[in-house]
């Protein structure tokens, strides 16, 4: 995607959040979150120019933050020469129109600025087609107070995505893109369900590495695999899924697969188009949590991807805790345990132990033999084919040797056949 933006003709924003005593933890803005929204509107191309957070015990029905607190925004917009306002919290349709009218300046929502830097990043075909289903899906509720932001398409953050002639057409024209969109993702989908079966019938473990935004998940599946995809210190860096194969030891190999990041308040458009690509969590064997040890709201953070793998993963996957960047904190900072390693990817450090944890968590069960098998087991080819990792098929006139890399179950069916095990 094209950068629009120069550091001197940078949108000008002013953040605004709502931290309401009727909010869930999910909903509320705070010092942190709104921290967190200054960083993704540099990621999207723009400078802060001031913050605000409001505490109410309700949102007001028609401003959301007030009419008084409303016109304050407004003067510190133009005391600021800003031209735009960016809120912390999820706005709808009539929030939207209503404070657009009092303050001056067209307003987005947290929801809309994340998908303004999808729309930047999104490289692949695939990724586009996610990246516009979920703009559509967010923008056909809003079609009739769009006004003012479709004057400004190609002009700024919050423009990029459909364009100026889609989004004034009618909302069934909408509808009907939505559903093909949709279908083409679904054409994705079957795409990878074959990939899947593939995988399967070679017998490769797949590891999906996981995290919040920005965490280093990039950086160590370049590290392992010398994948050479960009991992910059910024938000959203990566969003089209990238795999490799992963040599973990001598008898076994993986699938290593980065995903998109997650972050706090990830838009629910985001997380349904997505699924395309989220749904390799549901099949992954196992899973790396990438966590930045050296962040400030590191639990936080930690939080929201556990609730966001037990929505997304199968149940009773195992997730191995990487603490990443662990050479700038205290080693008493971070948690000792069984699934938990410490490492730095930039730096290299570690990498043998996550190694061996990945061993441990999925090879433990996997042999790697030769067996002989007589004619009359034929079929025990086609199964081991089918179930396991076959390195080679030789026919003798001793029997069908094979060399092979089997689970536990298929190991106890051969042991009696085994000439070679490694």
């Known amino acids: ?10 949108e000008r924003a002013v953040l605004v959040g709502l931290n309401a005593a009727c909010f869930t933890k999910a909903q509320t803005a705070t010092e942190e979150t709104m921290e967190e929204l200054e960083a993704l509107l540099e990621t999207a191309g723009g400078f802060c120019t001031g913050k605000v957070l409001q505490n109410r ?8 933050i007030g009419e008084g607190k409303a016109q304050e925004v407004k003067m510190l917009v133009e005391f600021t020469q800003s031209t735009m306002v960016v809120f912390d919290n999820e706005l709808s349709p009539g929030n939207m129109r209503a404070l657009e009218e009092i303050i001056g300046v067209p307003v987005l929502d947290r929801s809309a600025l994340i998908l303004d830097i999808f729309a930047q990043r999104a490289k692949t075909r695939e990724g ?3 990246v516009e289903l979920a703009q559509y899906q967010y923008l056909l509720p809003r079609l009739s107070g769009m006004g003012k932001n479709l004057s400004r398409q190609g002009g700024g953050i919050g423009t990029r995505g459909p364009g100026e002639t889609k989004l004034e057409s009618d909302r069934r024209h909408i509808r009907e893109r939505i559903d093909r969109l949709r279908g083409e993702l679904e054409q994705v989908r079957q795409v990878r369900a074959v990939q899947r079966e593939r995988r399967i019938k070679n017998s490769m473990p797949v590891v999906a590495i996981v995290g919040y935004t920005n965490a280093g998940k990039s950086t160590l599946l370049n590290k392992l695999t010398g994948a050479g995809i960009p991992a910059n210190n910024r938000l959203f860096d990566t969003l089209d899924t990238t795999s490799r194969l992963l040599t973990v030891s001598d008898n076994l190999d993986v699938i290593l697969s980065d995903t998109v990041g997650f972050i706090a308040k990830l838009p629910h458009h985001l997380v349904d ?15 790396l949590h990438v966590i930045d ?3 400030p709201n590191r639990e936080e953070h930690i939080e929201v991807v556990d609730k966001l793998i037990a929505k997304l993963a199968k149940p009773g996957t195992t997730v191995l805790r990487c603490y990443n960047k662990a050479d700038l904190v205290e ?3 971070i948690p000792i345990g069984e699934d938990v390693v410490k490492m730095s990817a930039r730096h290299g450090m570690g990498m043998e132990d996550l190694l061996a944890a990945i061993e441990k968590a999925l090879g433990h069960s996997r042999h790697q033999i030769t067996v002989t098998l007589p004619y009359s087991m034929g079929g ?3 199964t081991l084919h089918n179930n396991a990792q076959v390195l080679s098929t030789d026919y003798t006139g001793e029997g069908i040797v094979v060399e092979t890399v089997v689970d536990d179950i298929l190991y106890g069916r051969l042991k009696n ?5 490694v």
């Open 1 to 10: 995607m094209e950068e629009i933006f120069e550091k001197n003709v940078q």
């Open 128 to 130: 586009r087609l996610q």
């Open 57 to 64: 015990a309700t949102p007001d029905a028609h401003s959301f």
């Open 380 to 382: 025990m080819v086609e």
């Open 293 to 295: 040890a050296s962040d």
């Open 331 to 333: 080693p008493t900072d």
């Open 417 to 421: 056949y085994i000439t070679k095990e």
């Open 273 to 287: 188009a997505f699924r395309a690509t989220l749904e390799e969590l549901e099949y992954a064997d196992l899973l």
